[in-house]
T-cell receptor, first 111, second 113 residues
Framework: DQQVKQNSPSLSVQEGRISILNCDYT??????FLWYKKYPAEGPTFLIS?????DKNEDGRFTVFLNKSAKHLSLHIVPSQPGDSAVYFC??????????FGTGTRLKVLA | DADVTQTPRNRITKTGKRIMLECSQT?????MYWYRQDPGLGLRLIYY???????NKGEISDGYSVSRQAQAKFSLSLESAIPNQTALYFC????????????FGPGTRLTVL
């Protein structure tokens, strides 16, 4: 049973426009949420995080929004750049401090 | 030099063979993790270690064992490899007070025939 879901396997966006990646979760006890970016032949790299007590966290072009009532988080990238093309994983921290990852969304930013 | 290294980067083996994947880190982190990535399933936690004497099972530990030889080294073993263990394996590290920021190695692609 997938506790963290990324329902869009892929997304294409024009350079300069906004990319919105979505993630849904089922466990209301998750207390921390994160996004990782992964390029081919490399390990994932940490991008941004948000605590469950907040609803927004911003870091440069990247903003994560958390809607606890809907058990939904999203990553906004504005403006999107070709170098942002990668697979993005959302993850959530459980009450036992384990991290549960989603299945990933492949973002392609078109020049 | 990379902070988290994994050896080998690629390995092809046969069913029933014993395989060890090694992970080393120079970040000085206490926490280390092993994940596997399968198409359509994302990253799943196999084992994690909060320090040399603290090793814990993750979501999918059956068929795997680990050894934390030192703070910097964390090895994953497949005692008797089977084809459904074919996957991309990642090692990761983190600091206790920033555990959400995990630093991943480049991965080991394992194929079990």
């Amino acid at each position: 049973d997938q506790q963290v879901k990324q329902n869009s396997p892929s997304l294409s966006v024009q350079e300069g426009r906004i990319s919105i990646l979505n993630c849904d979760y089922t466990n209301s006890m998750f207390d921390y949420f994160l996004w990782y970016k992964k390029y081919p032949a490399e390990g994932p790299t940490f991008l941004i995080s948000i605590s469950s007590i907040k609803d927004k966290n911003e870091d440069g072009r990247f903003t994560v929004f958390l809607n606890k009532s809907a058990k939904h988080l999203s990553l906004h990238i504005v403006p999107s750049q070709p170098g942002d093309s990668a697979v993005y994983f959302c993850a959530a921290r459980s009450e036992t401090y384990k991290y549960i990852f989603g299945t990933g969304t492949r973002l392609k930013v078109l020049a | 030099d990379a902070d988290v290294t994994q050896t080998p980067r690629n390995r092809i083996t046969k069913t029933g063979k014993r395989i060890m994947l090694e992970c080393s880190q120079t970040k000085g982190h206490d926490r280390m993790y092993w994940y596997r990535q399968d198409p359509g399933l994302g990253l799943r936690l196999i084992y994690y270690s909060f320090d040399v004497k603290d090793i814990n099972k993750g979501e999918i530990s059956d068929g795997y064992s680990v050894s934390r030889q030192a703070q910097a080294k964390f090895s994953l073993s497949l005692e008797s490899a089977i084809p459904n263990q074919t996957a991309l394996y990642f090692c990761a590290t983190s600091e206790p007070d920033r555990a959400y920021e995990q630093f991943f190695g480049p991965g080991t692609r394992l194929t079990v025939l």
